[in-house]
């Protein structure tokens, strides 16, 4: 997984149900700084953020990860 400095996100993963009806999924992490580190931002699956704010600055490293939706 690449950023290249990027300016917004979006997680085209899907959901799944387990056996006791949670939805899951795979979300996105995106941090500020490399290697994880500084602001970070976690989108769900089918989710994105189209422009990042200011304060956030741009994308230089991110992560997937499993996660329990909502």
């Given at each position: 997984m690449g950023f290249n400095d990027g300016a917004s996100v979006w997680d085209g993963a899907t959901t799944r149900k387990v056996g006791d009806g949670a939805q899951w999924g795979r979300c996105v992490?995106?941090?500020?700084?490399?290697g994880y580190e500084g602001r970070s931002l976690t989108v769900l699956p089918g989710r994105g953020i189209a422009q990042l704010p200011a304060a956030?600055?741009?994308?230089?490293?991110?992560?997937?990860?499993?996660?329990?939706?909502?």
């Open positions: 992490t995106v941090y500020h700084e490399p956030f600055g741009h994308i230089r490293s991110g992560r997937f990860h499993n996660c329990r939706q909502p």
